[in-house]
């Protein structure tokens, strides 16, 4: 499957919303719940964030993701799926953006994010392996 080929954000949202609505809310939807108006067209579907888990995170299965959990997806997107890369947004946007992606999930006001997964070194090369796990 070729990567998907999303235009970048407008230059200059700086606000976490609008950011949302021009970068993400055609696929997750206005509300999170990932029904945006591409998303029938996408497999596998867009994340619903109203459940507080994303798939792909450093934190035990049904444990609230990290902040850098989110950011690390935006920044890098997730390959072999509709989710692209967003490397032209700057930090202080990526934190807007985690932060209004939380807002979606009553489970946010309530809980803090999991505790990191520690990663165990592959026992024939000593490395570490992957750099996020699947949780949900």
């Known amino acids: 499957d070729p990567e998907p ?8 949202i700086t606000d976490p919303v609008a950011l949302y609505r021009a970068s993400c809310a055609s696929c997750h939807g206005e509300d999170g719940s990932g029904a945006g108006v591409a998303a029938a067209a996408l497999r596998p579907a867009p994340r619903d964030f109203r459940t507080g ?6 934190v035990p299965s049904g444990s609230l993701p990290r902040d850098e959990d989110f950011a690390r ?17 700057d930090d202080s ?10 807002s979606f999930s009553p489970r946010s006001a309530t809980e803090a994010p999991g505790d990191a997964v520690a990663v165990s070194p592959d026992p024939f090369t000593g490395h570490a392996v992957g750099f996020m ?4």
């Open 5 to 12: 080929v999303v235009p970048p954000p407008p230059p200059g």
């Open 73 to 89: 997806v935006i920044r890098r997107g997730v390959p072999g799926t509709s989710m692209p890369p967003f490397p032209d947004l």
């Open 93 to 102: 946007q990526i934190r807007g953006l985690v932060a209004h992606l939380r």
């Open 53 to 58: 888990i994303i798939k792909f995170a450093s």
């Open 133 to 136: 796990v699947a949780t949900a």
